[in-house]
Structures are given as C-alpha cells and as structure tokens.
C-alpha cells in the first residue's frame, strides 16, 4: 500500500532531504522564500518550467511530482522498469549487467559503505 504525497509534501520532502532551508531553495530556483513555502503548503503550484527545473535538481520525474504516490511507489517503478529492461536484453548483455552490479557492489562494500541485500 503506497502512501499518498501531495505535490507541496514531496517538495518539502525533497527540499530536507538535500539539507536546505526554504530561503536557500528560493535563492537557488530565483524566487522568494514565501513563493516556496506556498508550494510546500499547496496554496500555489509552480509553473511547468519551475516543475521541470526541480525535477532535474532532485532527479526524479515530473510525472512523479505531480502524481500522488510517494516516493517508495517512485522506488518500486524504478526497480520495475530495470527488471523489465533486463528481461528484454539478449543474453550476452544480461552477463554485462551482473558483472557491472557486482562490480558496483564489490566497491560499495569496500570503501566501507554499508549496502544492504534487502535495499
């Protein structure tokens, strides 16, 4: 069951998440501290060029911002479409790939990050 996120909590969401207060997102995105806290509260919704604009700084779909599923729905989607993709690669391809994320995985676990099986 996929909790459900208005537009104004995942930026709010994503606006902590990467550690800045409301006027240092205003300073970044040219506009004022009150122009963020009202999309934050839902009483405006920013332009479709400002949309684009936040969705590239946060890495996540416009699409996503403006659904209402939250980001573990944008998680599983994600984890979807890389099976998907997968599945319809030729074999040789398909050994690329396991190479290339057990490479990863290998070097996550040496520079002494942790990385979970279950993540």
């Not at 949309?51 to 996503?64: E, F, H, S, T």
């Not at 074999?91 to 942790?114: M, P, T, W």
Request: net charge positive; hydrophobic share 35%; charged share 30%.
């Amino acid at each position: 069951m996929s909790m459900q996120m208005s537009l104004g909590d995942k930026l709010r969401v994503l606006r902590k998440k990467s550690r800045k207060t409301m006027s240092e997102k205003g300073i970044t995105l040219n506009v004022t501290m009150n122009t963020v806290h009202r999309w934050e509260i839902d009483s405006a919704v920013p332009r479709k060029t400002m949309l684009k604009k936040m969705a590239d700084y946060y890495g996540v779909p416009v699409c996503w911002l403006l659904s209402e599923t939250s980001s573990a729905s944008l998680a599983e989607e994600a984890e979807k479409n890389l099976l998907t993709m997968y599945r319809a690669m030729p074999d040789n391809y398909r050994s690329k790939v396991i190479g290339f994320v057990e490479r990863l995985y290998a070097d996550a676990n040496s520079s002494g990050k942790k990385v979970s099986e279950n993540t």
